[in-house]
C-alpha cells in the first residue's frame, strides 16, 4: 500500500482550494447597520430608554431642575428626539421625595410599568434614596402612578441608581450605594428581587468598590450600573469617578450560569470600557443603559455626555448633559466593545468585506485596509456624509479622525485631512451602488475615476477596475 498517497491527495486539494479561494464567496452574515443621529436630546442626563412589546421605545431621563419625572415615546429611536415629553411626576414639596430627583429608569415587569428613581429630601437634599413608581395602565403615558415607596436597600445611606434584569428567570435588583466602613462615595451592589418590585430579598452582594485610578478621580464613585447579555454571558457596566469629563464607564462580566450573587462569579475591567474623547468633542460619556434596534438585531448603547470639557462651578449645576446613542459592536472573543463616543451627527458604520467576512476596513497609519479583530474598533468605523465633491456622492469620514476622509491617491486608498482642493473632494468622493456581488450589500465607484470601485486585493484597499466574480465580490461591501 502506497502510504504516501492520502498525503498527496490532500495537498493537492489544499493547493485548489487556495487557487479558487478568491472565486469562493462566503455569505455575508452581519448584524445590519443601525444608524442615528445624535444627540437624541439635549439636556437629559441619566437616560433609560426600553422597548416593550408594544413596538414603542419608553424614555426617561434626568431633567437639570432635578424636580420631575418626564417620560417620552416614538416607534424608533430617532424618533425619541423629536417625541412629545410628558411629566409623569414631580416631586413633594415637604419632605420625602422632595429634592434632587436623579435618575429615572422604566421597566415592565409582571404586567405592570414601574418607575425606579432616587430622590432627596427638601429639610436634606443629600440624603438621598431610591423609590419605585407603579402604573398599572397599558400606556404609562396614561393612567395613574402610585408612589410605592423606598426600596429596602441593606443601609439607610445615600444610594440611588437602581436597575433591574432578568437571567435565566431570576429577576434581580441592582443599584449604588454608599456603605457603612467603606470609605467610597458608592460601591454596586446586587441582590434578587423580593415578592414585590419595590424589594429585595435575601443575600445582599458588593459588586464593585471602586479603587483603580479612573474610578477614584474628584470622588471614588462606583454608580449607575446597567446589564447587556449575549451568548451566556451577562456584562454590567458602571460608571466612575466624578460626573465631569473624568466620568467613564467600567465593566464587569460573569457566566449566566454562574451565581451572580458571589462577587468571585465577577471579572472587573482594569480599564475603562467608555470614556471622554477629545478628536469627536465628547466628554464624561456615562450613566449608560442598553436597548436595541428596531430590528432587534443590534444592541444600542446609550448614555449622556457633554460636548465640551470645561465646566465652571459643580458638574451638578451644569444642565447639559445630552442623551446620546451608538451601536455596540461584539469582539470575536465573546465581549462587547463600546469604541470611543462618536462625534455630533450620523452615526458611523463599519464596511465588512463580502468574501472576506471577518474582515473589515480599517485605517492603520492613515493607510486603508481590510483586516480581522480591528483593534481600536473606531479604526474600522466611517461616518458615510455628503459627498465632498457633491452632485450625489458620499464620503466616508474617518470615527476617530474627524475631518479625514478615505481618498484614493495613485489608485490605493489612505485616511488623509482635506487641503481644500476640488483634486482631494474629488478623490474622496464615491457613488454608492447596490453591492456587485449582492444588490444587498454597497459598493462605492469613484467619482474622478468613473468605472472604478474602492476594492480590496490581499489586505490592501485601493480603487480599481472590476471585471469578474473576484473583483465584483472584492469590491463589495456590507455595512454594519
Request: glycine fraction near 8%.
Amino acid at each position: 500500500m502506497n502510504r504516501t498517497a492520502p498525503r498527496k491527495l490532500l495537498l493537492l486539494a489544499v493547493a485548489l482550494l487556495s487557487a479558487f479561494a478568491g472565486l469562493v464567496v462566503a455569505p455575508a452574515q452581519a448584524t445590519p447597520a443601525a444608524q442615528y443621529t445624535n444627540p437624541i436630546a439635549n439636556q437629559r442626563a441619566d437616560p433609560h430608554i426600553f422597548k416593550h412589546t408594544d413596538g414603542y421605545y419608553y424614555f426617561t431621563a434626568t431633567a437639570p431642575e432635578y424636580d420631575r419625572i418626564v417620560l417620552r415615546r416614538a416607534t424608533t429611536i430617532q424618533g425619541l428626539a423629536t417625541a412629545s415629553e410628558q411629566v409623569i411626576w414631580r416631586r413633594h414639596t415637604s419632605g420625602e421625595m422632595g429634592a434632587h430627583i436623579w435618575a429615572p429608569e422604566i421597566h415592565f415587569v409582571n404586567g405592570r410599568w414601574y418607575v425606579y428613581f432616587a430622590a432627596g429630601r427638601t429639610d436634606d437634599v443629600w440624603r438621598i434614596r431610591p423609590y419605585v413608581l407603579e402604573n398599572s395602565s397599558a400606556n404609562p403615558l396614561s393612567g395613574t402612578w402610585t408612589e410605592r415607596g423606598r426600596v429596602n436597600v441593606p443601609w439607610d445611606t445615600f444610594s440611588l441608581d437602581m436597575s433591574t434584569f432578568v437571567v435565566n428567570g431570576v429577576r434581580y435588583l441592582t443599584w449604588a450605594q454608599a456603605e457603612p466602613g467603606i470609605s467610597t462615595n458608592s460601591n454596586v451592589y446586587l441582590a434578587r428581587m423580593g415578592a414585590n418590585p419595590w424589594q429585595v430579598t435575601g443575600t445582599v452582594a458588593r459588586l464593585v468598590v471602586p479603587t483603580l485610578t479612573w474610578e477614584t478621580r474628584g470622588y471614588k464613585v462606583a454608580e449607575g450600573p446597567a446589564v447587556v447579555q449575549r451568548d451566556g454571558r451577562v456584562f454590567l457596566t458602571y460608571s466612575a469617578s466624578a460626573t465631569d469629563a473624568n466620568y467613564c464607564l467600567g465593566m464587569l462580566s460573569a457566566s449566566a450560569s454562574a451565581d451572580l450573587l458571589n462577587p468571585a462569579s465577577w471579572s472587573k475591567s482594569s480599564t475603562p470600557v467608555f470614556q471622554s474623547n477629545a478628536a469627536t468633542g465628547q466628554y464624561g460619556p456615562g450613566h449608560n443603559s442598553f436597548t436595541v434596534s428596531e430590528d432587534g438585531r443590534s444592541d444600542i448603547l446609550v448614555y449622556h455626555d457633554r460636548n465640551y470639557r470645561d465646566i465652571s462651578g459643580d458638574p451638578l449645576n451644569d444642565p447639559n448633559r445630552r442623551t446620546r446613542v451608538q451601536k455596540v459592536y461584539w469582539s470575536a472573543d465573546g465581549t462587547p466593545d463600546f469604541g470611543i463616543p462618536v462625534a455630533d451627527g450620523v452615526t458611523p458604520v463599519r464596511l465588512k468585506s463580502y468574501n472576506y467576512p471577518d474582515r473589515f476596513v480599517r485605517h492603520y497609519d492613515f493607510r486603508a485596509r481590510v483586516e480581522a479583530n480591528v483593534r481600536p474598533l473606531a479604526d474600522s468605523q466611517f461616518r458615510l456624509v455628503p459627498g465632498l465633491a457633491g452632485a450625489g456622492t458620499v464620503s466616508l469620514e474617518s470615527a476617530n479622525y474627524p475631518g479625514y476622509h478615505l481618498r484614493h491617491r495613485d489608485h490605493q486608498l489612505y485616511v488623509e485631512r482635506g487641503d481644500g482642493s476640488a483634486l482631494f473632494r474629488g478623490d474622496a468622493s464615491f457613488t454608492r451602488r447596490a453591492g456587485l456581488a449582492d444588490a444587498s450589500a454597497a459598493s462605492f465607484e469613484s467619482q474622478n475615476l468613473p468605472g472604478l470601485f474602492i476594492r480590496h486585493n490581499g489586505t490592501t484597499l485601493g480603487v480599481g477596475a472590476v471585471g469578474d466574480a473576484t473583483g465584483r465580490a472584492d469590491a463589495t461591501f456590507v455595512l454594519e
